[in-house]
């Protein structure tokens, strides 16, 4: 009579033994299992909900993948990139050339689990987490192969965690952090619970909405089908924050302080300009900030309360920066968009611009009377006045522009001199996280850290587009040719 699987799974996932030609410490050691200071008996309590069997695993993955494909296939005969509207383009050529290789480290990042989680519980689960990871890898790959035919952009999905690009650093500078470096107990803290069941409900979840209204089926069927991995394995967080809190909830409450502001600050130049600005205006669904209270902000408050913690310190200046943000990242990346990798779309005209203010009540007196000018200079055919003549000055800690994090009047220096090094910062609160564990970041250098030291020949703009790895043929223009801009011409821009 065969076995149900609740009959064998508890053992199989408990599978263990006592090491007797090695040190524990030797075998696991708590610089990479985070382990320090929890004694090893409290790791029988680590649980997680997906009681899921490798047979399960593989039906359920195949079922997905022919699912996926078969899609694809159909789509790719119907033409239907052909009619989809460039700004939407453009943010999936954004989201592939910065997420696809972030998942290939995921990869890292599970096999670690695998390896040196504090409990086989948790290792048996990242064995599933890695086969994931390596799938969500394929598919992109796979994705973005079938469109090079149509744009060479697409090649950066591949090519561009290869680069120097100033934006795709940003991305590589975290995930490096908090997939690669961490510990396995941060990892999890930050990835699993801060990145993946919260800010990847963005990136997927509300891009895979967008991309169905857009018409691009292909795309938001890939991205749903990600998510229900992320929705599995993501669950390794919440088991190792109850560990934590049973005995070193300081620890619980700072590594997730730090990762949710980081995790905020990187998300709103990834996620929010596709939402608020790429997305066609009849397609949007949510705002940016809409999107953020409803899906981030009730989950990660829910989170800390269910488990005893405080809301971060800086709370109300991460809510200041929901209405600031993303805003900021958009005018800078636009601006600089000769160092960009896809063709951004300014979006706005005059019916995006009347919706932007409906959602952004500031949004005018901050970044409406900055794209006035920029209007008045495309129509007077001053087109050298809305291009950068150099790179962006960015933080030390998120390697994202200064003067980024808030609104365009909130623009106080944030600096300190550590070991003889002036750092500078996007926000009080990239400060605090840098002065958490300085050693930890005091050293990394941005793009304008690498002009000073003259790693960048000849030190201006061209040196730095070469450095970057960005050539004529996808040099980043805008996505419309101004039309947007024409709409003014001739009327104040009000």
């Not at 050529?93 to 670690?112: D, K, N, P, Y």
């Not at 600050?265 to 929010?272: A, P, Y």
């Not at 300014?346 to 209007?375: C, F, H, M, Q």
Request: hydrophobic share 40%; glycine share 6%.
């Amino acid at each position: 009579m065969p076995l149900n699987r609740d009959d064998w799974y508890d053992t199989s996932r408990d599978l263990e033994w006592t090491l007797s030609y090695v040190d524990p410490e030797v075998a696991f050691p708590t610089r990479w299992s985070g382990a320090q200071g929890i004694p090893a008996e409290a790791w029988q309590a680590w649980d997680e909900p997906f009681r899921v069997s490798y047979r399960d695993y593989v039906r359920i993955q195949r079922e997905k993948e022919a699912g996926v494909k078969a899609v694809s296939n159909a789509l790719l005969r119907s033409a239907t990139y052909e009619k989809l509207d460039p700004a939407h383009v453009a943010a999936s050529q954004l989201h592939m050339g910065t997420t696809c290789l972030v998942e290939h480290m995921a990869v890292t990042m599970q096999s670690r689990f695998c390896r040196f989680a504090p409990t086989p519980r948790w290792r048996n689960l990242g064995v599933f987490g890695m086969l994931d990871e390596t799938r969500h890898t394929q598919l992109d790959m796979r994705f973005a192969h079938n469109l090079l035919r149509h744009d060479q952009r697409f090649d950066w999905t591949q090519k561009a965690f290869h680069t120097n690009e100033w934006g795709v650093l940003a991305v590589k500078n975290f995930f490096d952090d908090v997939m690669l470096n961490a510990d396995c107990v941060e990892a999890a803290l930050a990835t699993s619970l801060t990145v993946e069941h919260g800010f990847t409900n963005i990136q997927f979840v509300a891009l895979a909405a967008d991309a169905m209204a857009a018409g691009d089926i292909n795309w938001s069927n890939l991205l749903f089908s990600i998510q229900t991995d992320e929705a599995r394995h993501a669950q390794q967080g919440f088991p190792t924050l109850a560990v934590l809190m049973e005995h070193d909830p300081e620890r619980a409450q700072k590594a997730l302080d730090v990762a949710f502001w980081r995790s905020t600050r990187l998300f709103q130049n990834l996620t929010g300009p596709a939402m608020d600005y790429y997305t066609p205006l009849d397609q949007r669904k949510m705002s940016f900030k809409e999107f953020m209270l409803e899906w981030i902000v009730n989950h990660h408050e829910r989170v800390l309360e269910d488990y005893g913690l405080k809301k971060p310190w800086y709370w109300d200046d991460f809510l200041h920066s929901l209405e600031n943000g993303h805003h900021a990242m958009h005018i800078g990346t636009w601006f600089w968009r000769p160092t960009l990798f896809w063709r951004p779309n300014a979006g706005v005209s005059k019916d995006e611009r009347a919706w932007l203010n409906e959602k952004y009540p500031t949004w005018e007196e901050n970044w409406g009377v900055l794209w006035d000018e920029i209007i008045r200079n495309v129509n007077d055919g001053s087109m050298e006045q809305t291009l950068p003549e150099t790179l962006p000055s960015l933080c030390n800690l998120t390697q994202l522009p200064l003067g980024s994090a808030a609104s365009r009047h909130d623009l106080a220096p944030h600096q300190l001199v550590y070991r003889g090094r002036l750092y500078h910062f996007d926000h009080a609160v990239s400060k605090w996280c840098f002065e958490q564990d300085p050693e930890r970041y005091a050293g990394h250098q941005n793009i304008v850290d690498r002009f000073i030291d003259g790693q960048i020949l000849p030190p201006d703009l061209t040196g730095g587009l070469a450095y970057m790895g960005i050539t004529p043929e996808v040099m980043g223009e805008d996505v419309y040719d101004y039309a947007w801009a024409k709409d003014y011409a001739g009327t104040e821009s009000d």
